[in-house]
């Protein structure tokens, strides 16, 4: 009889967990057959009755009924509570393609990132950045640079003087001069100077009274024009690509000599001649040369014992002809629209 | 310097070398030849016509009715509105088919009734421009001389076949602004020889030196003067030859005597000026400063005033011409001259700049002084123009001249070694290929050994040192040829300085926080030098600015960031973003430069956040800008080391600006921009800062010392205090973190209420405290004992209560 009772009470069972619908009723279930008050614990306590070799018979149906229902309820518990889960990731779902909260990020000024990518090309080089007041004296700005007051490349319609004896530079070359002197004679000199530069111009698409220059001065024994050749092939092939191809051609500047200007080949056309290059397959880009013996004299260097060469670069041309701005102005209006469109990293 | 091709052939061969070819090798060479311009590129039929009958148009005041023979089988009738064409004359015909500049076809037409079969050109209408048309042919058609051949090719015979190569000289190489320098040049490159004009002429018996007497007061000024006298002579035009040669290279014709001082001028690079000896109104010729004051009417009509500056020539008592720079009008050669003086002088550099430039005259002449001409050549180029005045003004040169010669003409010798010349240009030359430029340059070259002894003729006045030798060899040894290396020798390292290091950190830092970087202009004007000025300091202002609004070097940034904002905020961008790092400049007592001082400034105005469809929009305000600057503080690791001062400043809200102290000392402001001035700017509500970056990045840093990440729980207790309306937040911060001792690591402000629960006159402020020690669990004990003190100190210096 309790035998039958109990396989009823198993078969009862299953079909309610099996049918339960959610976690609820699942757990009225565990409580209405395996609770205290439920009908299996009745029937161990009817077991009392039972002949001492039966009760352990009976005990072990018992526990097997038990299981069994203990089982298929923890599975269905699984089940239903996996379900539950989806039915909360569903509800939580969201339109991943409507927009970012945005980040708030700002960039380098365009003319910035140039002069911090040469920096780093030259500091990779040995070289240390060099720095020195905009408001320079005449001595640092023209006469330790060879060209003494009487020289025709200084005419006083083309720089801002204060003062007689003071004006906004015109060019980073005084910092060489300074930089020189304060080696007291003595060799390596290795620098670049980026810096403001003011010209008496007046401002349009391609003159501005006001731009930045960044110079290089190399000054130790045995230093040569093919020194400056190979090094500013490798600075110019890491800012404007490794395919491109210099050329130097005689020029003149007062504080070097010989003098040279440089060209790299037009990226537009490669070399074939394009609007770009005005035909010619070649772009300058710098100046430079051998420094001037008066030039090291004057800083105090041997120039029997030292020599060196120089250089110096619009960063602004060079942020045109690398970015293909078409007007310097835009620099210094910084219009957002403009500033914001140099803010990734580029090889 | 304009340089023709076909003139150019006279004083060296260039048979077997196009003109572009010539450019390419010259500006490989070293002097960059700009471009090669033939002006009869495109046009086509123009002959030279014979005017044979002219009369009235029928019906038109203004025209005439022209026959013109132009060399075909009939004459054509022609209809010209040239006030000057007249029977007889030869002139230039654009023919039936003809093309002229701008594509402008020449075709059969109808003129008020009357064909027309061509037009009758002027200079211009050939391209030509006007201001090198002679003065008597710059309104109406040009008149060729009678010997022209009827039906030849008018443009060829105006030289307009010719290819004009534009070389842009740098100022050392002013050896090249004559044909003969160029020539020398040319030689070099193309290893050919330069032919020299050959003077011969015949000379009166009567002397120079029984005209005039030449006295040099000035003798620094001008060490050789010469002076040839050609009488007889005719003015008239020039011939045709020597016109077009002049206007090749952008000279105007004037009469035979100018021109030819002016052809002399191009040919040898010496300036000639020709007097009128019967207007010089004495015997002499006397060169001297000018007096004070003293006047002379120039060739242009000018009344100049002079000052003892200025070199003169002059007849004994008046100038008669500035030396070098232009003549008098007193002396001009007119018409009707007879006799004339030719002038040949070495004038000081120095000098005839100083009078170009204080009488805005700059000429061909002046030019050429002021760059230095050759001594060797002042006498040739007398002599050569006294020639060409016999031959083509019909002058008789009289014998001799009438010179002051204290010039001493010594070339440079220079000795190098080929040891330094391939040292400098890393190349490895041989003795022989070394030799060969010099010989090439026709520098005199004595070889000994590895040695070189070069002596360099006058007319490279540029080449005084070894280097410039050095550069000699380059150009012509090719730059092409030279290799490339990098420097070897002792290494370097190379690095960034602390400062420019933190400088860089910074940018990042502020970029990151959303910060656009802009560069801005240092010169301004007066007004917004120091509108939003650190310290009272005068702006240094330009001598000789270009307009008032660049006049001043910058006291501060944050003007010229408003101007930013003010333009974009015109082109519809609201919300703007800014900063700058850069110098500002202030003067120093008893210094001659000014302090430079590095400062960092940003503006910030409109959305600082922008989410819209999640429905968050939230406008800069202070604390925007002032959470910028604490980033900025602690990159720079000197967050402890700043205090914030509530302060009012000039142009800057009063209730919403503090003072930034490093350390106790005022280094900067931060605060929102006075709405007055907002309004004049027309900007929206914009907040700044501007501080000294040098204080920042030049303070002292503590070194990073790692602390131990607690491992015992921490405490939190929240008060709300009630505090009167005008307390400061921070003071309340200050005395709860100096009360709460070693325990107490955090406090923050989580609430702030004004509102109309609270009494009139206060406010409540609420903060949230974190307790703990690292070293163990504290008790509630330890807390209380702790927190109790914070209250104590709130209401003891604050007369902070607990809200209930
Ligand atoms: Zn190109």
């Given amino acids: 009889m309790m035998q039958e009772r109990l396989q009823e009470l198993q078969e009862e069972a299953l079909q309610k967990v099996s049918a339960a619908s959610n976690l609820k009723e699942l757990n009225d279930i565990r409580v209405a057959y395996l609770g205290k008050k439920g009908p299996i614990t009745e029937v161990l306590r009817g077991m009392g009755k039972l002949s001492a070799e039966e009760r352990p018979k009976m005990g072990a149906l018992v526990n097997v009924v038990r299981e069994a229902i203990t089982s298929a309820i923890e599975e269905k518990q699984a089940v239903l509570e996996a379900e539950a889960v989806n039915a909360q990731l569903a509800a939580e779902t969201i339109d991943i393609t409507l927009p970012a909260r945005p980040v708030n990020k700002g960039n380098h000024h365009p003319l910035t990132r140039i002069v911090e990518e040469i920096e780093d090309v030259f500091i990779g080089m040995g070289y240390t950045v060099a720095e020195g007041p905009e408001v320079e004296s005449d001595y640092y700005n023209f006469e330790a640079l060879n060209l003494p007051k009487s020289h025709p490349a200084r005419d006083m319609q083309d720089s801002f003087y204060i003062t007689d004896e003071i004006l906004v530079r015109t060019h980073t070359s005084p910092v060489q001069a300074r930089t020189m002197e304060k080696h007291k004679g003595q060799g390596p000199v290795k620098i670049i100077c980026p810096g403001k530069v003011y010209r008496r111009d007046n401002d349009d698409a391609t003159h501005s009274h006001q731009f930045m220059q960044i110079e290089g001065l190399v000054v130790d024994e045995n230093i040569s024009m093919s020194d400056l050749k190979g090094t500013l092939e490798v600075f110019l092939k890491k800012v404007f690509g490794q395919e491109r191809e210099i050329r130097l051609r005689p020029s003149f500047f007062p504080f070097t000599e010989p003098s040279v200007e440089v060209d790299i080949s037009c990226k537009i056309c490669s070399g074939k001649g394009c609007n770009v290059c005005k035909q010619t397959g070649w772009i300058e880009v710098l100046g430079g040369g051998i420094v001037h013996p008066n030039v090291l004299e004057m800083a105090g260097f041997d120039s029997k014992k030292y020599s060196g060469f120089a250089f110096g670069i619009g960063v602004e041309r060079i942020a045109m002809l690398k970015y293909g701005v078409d007007d310097i102005r835009h620099f210094y209006t910084n219009d957002i629209r403009f500033l914001k469109q140099f803010h990734h990293h580029e090889a | ?804």
């Fill in chain 2, 1 to 804: 310097m304009f340089v023709s091709y076909k003139w150019l052939q006279e004083y060296v061969d260039l048979s077997g070398i196009s003109a572009a070819e010539l450019a390419d090798k010259i500006t490989k060479s070293g002097i960059e030849v700009e471009g090669v311009e033939k002006k009869s590129e495109g046009l086509k039929g123009v002959v030279i016509g014979h005017v044979l009958e002219r009369e009235q148009h029928p019906n038109a005041d203004k025209l005439n009715k022209c026959l013109v023979d132009i060399g075909a089988e009939e004459p054509v009738q022609i209809i010209c509105g040239a006030p000057n064409v007249d029977k007889g004359q030869k002139v230039a015909v654009a023919t039936v088919g003809a093309v002229l500049p701008g594509n402008f076809k020449i075709k059969k037409a109808k003129l008020r009734g009357e064909e027309s079969h061509g037009m009758i050109c002027s200079l211009q209408e050939l391209g030509i421009e006007s201001k090198i048309v002679a003065k008597e042919y710059a309104v109406g058609i040009f008149n060729f001389p009678q010997d022209a051949q009827v039906g030849e090719d008018a443009l060829e015979a105006l030289g307009l076949d010719d290819e004009i190569l534009e070389l842009s000289l740098t100022p050392n190489r002013s050896d090249a602004l004559s044909m003969l320098g160029v020539a020398y040049e040319v030689a070099a490159i193309l290893r050919r020889d330069v032919k020299w004009p050959t003077i011969e002429k015949e000379e009166a018996s009567e002397k120079a030196s029984d005209y005039i007497s030449v006295k040099v007061e000035a003798t620094e000024d001008n060490p050789l003067y010469m002076a040839k006298v050609v009488k007889d002579v005719k003015i008239g035009p020039s011939p045709l030859w020597m016109q077009t040669r002049l206007m090749a290279a952008g000279i105007r014709p004037h009469n035979n005597v100018v021109d030819i001082t002016n052809f002399v001028l191009l040919e040898y690079g010496q300036p000639l000026h020709a007097f009128d000896y019967d207007r010089l109104g004495s015997k002499e010729l006397v060169i001297r400063r000018a007096k004070d004051a003293e006047k002379i009417t120039t060739l242009d009509e000018a009344e100049r005033t002079l000052t003892p500056d200025h070199l003169v020539i002059t007849n004994g008592t008046e100038p008669v011409a500035i030396a070098g720079v232009m003549g008098g009008a007193n002396s001009e050669v007119k018409s009707d001259t007879t006799t004339v003086i030719i002038e040949a002088a070495y004038f000081k550099g120095s000098t005839v700049r100083k009078a170009s430039k204080d009488h805005g005259l700059r000429s061909e002449a002046s030019a050429r002084f002021e760059k230095g001409v050759d001594p060797a050549r002042v006498r040739e180029a007398g002599e050569r123009a006294a020639q060409l005045m016999a031959e083509y003004a019909g002058g008789t040169i009289l014998e001799g001249s009438v010179e002051y010669n204290d010039m001493k003409v010594e070339p440079a010798v220079i000795s190098i070694t080929l040891n330094k010349i391939n040292g400098l240009l890393g190349t490895s030359m041989s003795v022989s290929e070394v030799q060969d430029i010099f010989t090439r340059l026709q520098f005199d070259v004595a070889v000994e050994g590895e040695n070189f002894t070069v002596t360099i003729p006058t007319r490279r006045g540029d080449i005084t040192i070894e280097a410039d030798l050095v550069e000699e060899a380059a150009r012509l040894y090719g730059y092409d040829n030279i290799p490339s290396t990098l420097p070897t020798g002792t290494t370097t390292p190379g690095a960034l300085s602390d400062y420019q290091q933190k400088r860089r950190k910074a940018r990042r830092t502020l970029e990151g926080a959303g910060l656009f970087q802009a560069i801005t202009y240092s010169l301004t004007s007066a007004e917004k030098a120091a509108q939003f000025a650190l310290e009272a300091r005068e702006s240094i202002r330009l001598a000789m600015p270009m307009s008032e609004e660049r006049s001043q070097l910058r006291l501060s940034i944050v003007p010229q960031l408003l101007e930013v904002v003010k333009y974009n905020n015109a082109r519809q961008i609201d919300s703007v973003a800014l900063y700058e790092i850069g110098s500002v400049f202030l003067k120093q007592d008893g210094e001659q430069l000014p302090e430079e001082r590095e400062h960092v400034a940003a503006a910030i105005t409109g959305l600082w956040e922008s989410h819209l469809w999640q429905g968050e929009k939230k406008p800069v305000d202070f604390f925007v800008a002032k959470g910028i600057l604490e980033a900025l503080f602690d990159t720079l690791g000197v967050a402890s080391q700043i205090e914030y001062r509530q302060a009012e400043v000039k142009n800057l809200h009063p209730g919403r600006t503090a003072e930034v102290l490093l350390n106790g000392v005022v280094i900067g402001f931060i605060g929102q921009v006075h709405p007055t001035v907002q309004k004049e700017l027309d900007i929206k509500e914009t907040y700044v800062f501007e501080l000294s970056f040098k204080a920042l990045a030049e303070a002292e840093v503590a070194p990073i010392a790692y602390e131990t990440i607690p491992r015992f729980p921490s405490i939190t207790r929240d008060i709300a205090l009630v505090v009167d309306s005008a307390t400061k937040a921070g003071d309340i911060q200050s005395i709860i973190v100096e009360a709460g001792g070693a325990l107490l690591k955090e406090v923050q402000v989580f609430d702030l209420y004004e509102g109309d629960k609270m009494e009139e006159g206060k406010k409540s402020i609420a903060y949230s405290l974190k307790y703990f020690d690292p070293e163990r669990t504290l008790t509630d004990e330890d807390i209380t004992k702790a927190h109790d003190k914070v209250l104590a100190a709130v209401k003891d210096q604050a007369g902070a209560e607990l809200r209930g």
